[in-house]
C-alpha cells in the first residue's frame, strides 16, 4: 500500500513539474535581444537547483540599468585587469550583442546572470551556449532583481598581463 502511494505521489510530482516547467521565451525590441532561458548548465550547481524564471518587465528594467551603468562597469574591470581592448567596443555596440537571460534565486534573493554574445549559431534561443567550446561568450554580467543592482561584469578573454 505504501508503495502506491508513493508512487502516486512520485507520478504527481513529475507531472506537476512537467506542466509547470517554462520554456525559453524570445525578447527583441528596439534596443536588446535575448532569450530567457528556463535551464543553463551554470558553473555552479547551487544555482542550477534554484532556477527562477524572470518576467519581461524584470528584463527592461535591468537592460535600462545595463545601458546607463556598462560605462562603470567596464571602467571599474579596467581597473582591476589593466587594459581591455573591447572596452570601447563594448560600450558602442551593446545593443547589438545577442543575450541569454538565466534566472536563479540566492537566499531569498532573486538574480539573473546575463551571457552577451557577438555572433551566435541558429539554435542561440535555445539557450546552453556557454557549455559550446569555441568561444560564442564575450562577457556576462549579473544584477540582482531585489536590490535592483548589477555587479560582476567578467570578460571571457581577460587581458593579458
Not at 535600462?64 to 582591476?80: E, G, R
Request: hydrophobic share 35%.
Amino acid at each position: 500500500m505504501k508503495k502506491i502511494i508513493y508512487l502516486t505521489l512520485f507520478g504527481l510530482f513529475i507531472f506537476t513539474n512537467t506542466c509547470t516547467a517554462q520554456k525559453n521565451k524570445y525578447i527583441k525590441t528596439l534596443t536588446y535581444e535575448g532569450a530567457i532561458c528556463s535551464k543553463f548548465d551554470p558553473p555552479s550547481n547551487e544555482k542550477a537547483w534554484k532556477p527562477y524564471f524572470p518576467s519581461d518587465l524584470e528584463i527592461s528594467k535591468m537592460e535600462k540599468k545595463i545601458s546607463y551603468s556598462i560605462k562603470i562597469l567596464l571602467i571599474d574591470f579596467v581597473k582591476k585587469y589593466g587594459n581591455f581592448r573591447e572596452s570601447n567596443e563594448i560600450i558602442k555596440n551593446i545593443q547589438n550583442y545577442k543575450r541569454q537571460y538565466y534566472g536563479y534565486w540566492y537566499g531569498g534573493e532573486r538574480r539573473i546572470i546575463v551571457y552577451f554574445y557577438k555572433t551566435v549559431p541558429k539554435n542561440w534561443k535555445e539557450g546552453n551556449l556557454l557549455g559550446i567550446k569555441g568561444g560564442f561568450l564575450e562577457f556576462l554580467i549579473e544584477y540582482s532583481i531585489d536590490h535592483d543592482s548589477l555587479y560582476d561584469f567578467s570578460a571571457v578573454h581577460l587581458p593579458e598581463e
